[in-house]
């Protein structure tokens, strides 16, 4: 939720406690419990979509950071043996292309994460047979290339978080247009007790304030 949204949600429960406090003075108007009802449901379903928003973002920005580091600390130990082979051997090129830190991997956006990491699987690869003194081998080069593979499975899988987080923003917004419209019957029905009881009154009209942070 937004920090509007957040500061909405707080007033429509500070709204439905005083109510709660102040049953005595309404409760002979049923078209209050009925409006207090309807705002007691539009609070639970924006809580409910709140956390699947929630959930949802925590997921596409977690899981794939986290998968992406591991590979990044894999191919930071890969690739220091394939640069001290370069410079062993000379090769100013593969040496350019082998000196990365697990932090040069893992700062890249995903796209370019992906076309490194498999640039250099390639030439670890191409290399293996002269590098086995080094301690490299293939089965060192297939965990690393499993690992990648998940990943890029992975990069399909957020979308559908994405389309259950873009739903619970829809439905909140959707959620805070009912709250505005039932608190808007009440203000009216509750007017009446503007001189009738204007202490109540006054303190509605307290809950109803959005306090802005």
Do not use: C
């Not at 899981?63 to 992406?68: I, N, T």
């Not at 965990?143 to 990069?155: C, G, L, P």
């Amino acid at each position: 939720m937004t920090k509007e949204q957040i500061n909405r949600l707080e007033m429509a429960q500070a709204t439905n406690a005083y109510l709660d406090t102040h049953a005595a003075v309404w409760s002979a108007i049923p078209i209050i419990s009925n409006y207090k009802t309807t705002l007691i449901q539009a609070i639970q379903g924006i809580q409910t979509a709140s956390l699947v928003q929630e959930s949802s973002q925590v997921f596409i920005g977690g899981s794939l950071r986290e998968l992406k580091y591991q590979i990044a600390q894999k191919m930071d130990i890969l690739d220091d043996l394939l640069e001290a082979f370069a410079a062993d051997t000379a090769n100013a090129e593969l040496l350019s292309l082998s000196s990365n830190s697990a932090s040069d991997y893992f700062r890249l956006s995903h796209e370019d994460f992906e076309i490194k990491t498999k640039n250099v699987i390639d030439l670890l690869e191409t290399n293996l047979e002269d590098m086995t003194d080094y301690g490299m081998s293939a089965e060192q080069i297939e965990e690393v290339k499993t690992s990648f593979a998940v990943f890029q499975d992975k990069r399909g899988v957020p979308r559908s978080y994405q389309i259950q987080s873009r739903m619970a923003t829809d439905d909140l917004a959707s959620l805070f247009d009912e709250v505005n419209k039932t608190l808007s019957r009440m203000d009216n029905v509750l007017k009446r007790f503007k001189r009738a009881n204007p202490s109540f009154f006054t303190g509605y009209q307290a809950a109803r304030h959005i306090v802005k942070d």
